[in-house]
């Protein structure tokens, strides 16, 4: 078996590589699996893509469905902020300047 991470080799039956120490099968730390992916988009958003990308639990067709869902779901927040943007500066322009007391 080739460890992930440092590329060694390894046991067949060894839960972390002796080289690196990086876990290895069931022991690959969460955030490269897809509860932990799922979960750290919602702390880091498109950043989390890295996490995708070099997660050895995932398949490359599951990494591409990731970063689709990642990207659209980006957009769409950035474009209903750039939209609450719009009504917040509307709003703000909408107030009287003048007044009187």
Avoid at 24 to 38: A, D, E, F, L, V
Avoid at 49 to 55: E, H, I, K, N, T
Avoid at 66 to 78: D, E, K, R, S
């Amino acid at each position: 078996m080739i460890c992930w991470k440092c590329k060694s080799d390894i046991g067949e039956f060894d839960n972390y590589c002796k080289y690196c120490g990086a876990g290895q099968g069931k022991y690959i730390p969460i955030y490269y699996r897809h509860i932990g992916i799922i979960l750290l988009f919602f702390i880091l958003g498109p950043f989390n893509l890295y996490f995708v990308w070099f997660s050895p639990a995932l398949k490359r067709t599951a990494k591409i469905i990731y970063t689709i869902i990642f990207l659209a779901l980006t957009g769409w927040f950035c474009y209903k902020s750039y939209l609450l943007f719009l009504q917040a500066q509307e709003m703000w322009h909408s107030f009287p300047t003048n007044l009187m007391f």
